[in-house]
C-alpha cells in the first residue's frame, strides 16, 4: 500500500511568483487536507477536499487555493509569494474526511521564498 | 475559539526515564483529541487518538494518553524512554464541529532524550 506522497521535496521561488504544490493520496482514501508549519510551530490548516470539493478552509487569504481531481490527488496553488509564505507545506489524506478520521501525511514540501 | 497548548516548548529525559508530554484543549464539548510524532524532515505520524471509547488510549511504541475531561487534557506518556523517541510531538484536536478533517494542532514539544 502506497502512502501519502508529496512534490516537488524542496522548491526555492522569489517573491510574487506563483508555486504549485503536489499530493497523492493514500489508496482508498477520498479526502486531502493541506497544512502550513511555519518553523517552531504547528502546522496550521489551510483548507480540506472532500471528493473533488473544498470542504472547509482555514484563516489564509484566497491567494491560497486548491483542487483535488478525480483520482483524489490534489495540487496547492498559492499566488504572489510573499516571504513569510516559507514553510513546510504538508498534505495529509483521510478516509472521508469526518472529525475522528486519522489524517495520515506526506513527507511534506519545504518552500523557500526569497 | 477552539485552541490547544502544549506546555513546555522542549522537554529533556534521561534514557530509561518517564515521559510527559503535556497537552490542554479549549473546549466545552470534548473533541476528537490526537497525537503525532514528527522526525525531522519528515511527515507527521500519528501515535493514538481518542474519539469517546476508553479515556485511557494506547498507541504506538509504548506511549498512552488519559483524556480527562475535568482538566480538559490529554497528556501522553511513555513509562521508559529511549532513544528513538527523540523527535517533535504535536497534539492536535478536531472540534466535532462542521464534520471536516480540520486538525487544530499545538505548537509542538521537542523530546530530548539523554544517553
Known amino acids: 500500500e502506497t502512502g501519502v506522497t508529496q512534490s516537488p521535496t524542496h522548491l526555492i521561488k522569489t517573491r510574487g511568483q506563483q508555486v504549485t504544490l503536489r499530493c497523492s493520496s493514500q489508496?482508498?482514501?477520498?479526502?486531502v487536507s493541506w497544512y502550513q508549519q511555519a518553523l517552531g510551530q504547528g502546522p496550521q490548516f489551510i483548507f480540506q477536499?472532500?471528493?473533488?470539493?473544498?470542504?472547509g478552509r482555514g484563516n489564509f487569504p484566497p491567494r491560497f487555493s486548491g483542487l483535488q481531481f478525480p483520482n483524489y490527488s490534489s495540487e496547492l496553488n498559492v499566488n504572489a509569494l510573499e516571504l513569510d509564505d516559507s514553510a513546510l507545506y504538508l498534505c495529509?489524506?483521510?478516509?472521508?474526511?469526518?472529525?475522528?478520521?486519522?489524517?495520515?501525511f506526506g513527507p511534506g514540501t519545504r518552500l523557500t521564498v526569497l | 475559539a477552539q485552541s490547544v497548548t502544549q506546555l513546555g516548548s522542549h522537554v529533556s529525559v534521561s534514557e530509561g526515564a518517564l515521559v510527559l508530554l503535556r497537552c490542554n484543549y479549549s473546549s466545552s464539548v470534548p473533541p476528537y483529541l490526537f497525537w503525532y510524532v514528527q522526525y525531522p524532515n519528515q511527515g507527521l505520524q500519528l501515535l493514538l487518538k481518542?474519539?469517546?471509547?476508553?479515556?485511557l488510549v494506547k498507541g504506538i511504541n509504548g506511549f498512552e494518553a488519559e483524556f480527562k475531561k475535568s482538566e480538559t487534557s490529554f497528556h501522553l506518556t511513555k513509562p521508559s524512554a529511549h532513544m528513538s523517541d527523540a523527535a517533535e510531538y504535536l497534539c492536535a484536536v478536531n472540534p466535532r464541529s462542521g464534520n471536516t478533517g480540520k486538525l487544530i494542532f499545538g505548537q509542538g514539544t521537542t523530546l530530548q532524550v539523554k544517553p
Open positions: 481518542y474519539t469517546s471509547a476508553a479515556t
Open positions: 495529509a489524506s483521510s478516509l472521508s474526511g469526518g472529525a475522528s478520521d486519522t489524517q495520515y
Open positions: 489508496s482508498g482514501h477520498n479526502t
Open positions: 477536499y472532500y471528493r473533488e470539493e473544498e470542504n
